[in-house]
């Protein structure tokens, strides 16, 4: 099973990479830290109150920079709706995760976490840029690794990725360049 996931998770980073090589968006990669405060960013004292993590009782224990598309789907009524995330998450400049549709997050390590009942905070500019949101994070049972023990998932930051404007013909799918830091926190 081990080798399994290893294989799919590599056939992701080489689908990730080649949209992220195709936006051109990996070559101002801030660097990230894993397993510590984060060093890009906005510090979460500072962030909109339903957002925050509880630092008396959670610690960040890694913080990427995703690099991605938002994908959205033209709906019969001509709208755009949201389908997923596609995004490869970078420390120092390498890949070192993916997030997906679900959403989730999976580590090259074999740790896997998915999110879920997010808040939202709306960006400093909402017009350009898609919600800052927290997560509760479900990780999967007996791994280790960066995602092993995630509580919450915060995207910070963002850059990009809103709903595209005006009406559209089904079908038709869009995919729009964003950016996010996102930072993983576990029980202290």
Same mark, same amino acid.
């Given at each position: 099973m081990k080798r399994r996931l290893v294989a799919s998770l590599a056939a992701i980073v080489a689908a990730t990479a080649t949209i992220l090589t195709a936006s051109g968006a990996a070559a101002a990669t801030p660097d990230v830290t894993t397993a510590g405060a984060p060093d !890009?960013? #906005?510090a979460n004292a500072k962030l909109p109150a339903a957002i925050q993590v509880d630092? #008396?009782?959670? /610690?960040v224990v890694a913080s990427f920079?995703?690099?991605?598309k938002q994908v959205y789907d *033209?709906?019969?009524?001509?709208t755009f709706t949201f389908r997923e +995330? !596609? $995004?490869g998450l970078l420390s120092r400049g390498v890949q070192a995760a993916i997030h997906g549709k679900g +959403?989730?997050?999976a580590s090259l390590d074999g740790s896997h976490v998915d999110g879920s009942g997010a808040i939202p905070a709306p960006s400093p500019d909402p017009t350009k840029n898609i919600p800052w949101l927290k997560l509760t994070g479900t990780s999967t049972p007996n791994t280790t690794g960066v995602f092993s023990n995630v509580a919450f998932i915060q995207r910070l930051d963002t850059r990009g990725g809103v709903t595209p404007a005006g +009406? *559209? #013909? $089904?079908? /038709?799918t869009v995919a729009v360049d964003y950016t996010a830091n996102y930072v993983f926190w576990a029980r202290k």
């Open positions: !890009v960013g #906005t630092e #008396t009782q959670n /610690k920079v995703g690099i991605g *033209c709906n019969s009524g001509g +995330p !596609v $995004a +959403p989730f997050w +009406p *559209c #013909t $089904a079908p /038709k």
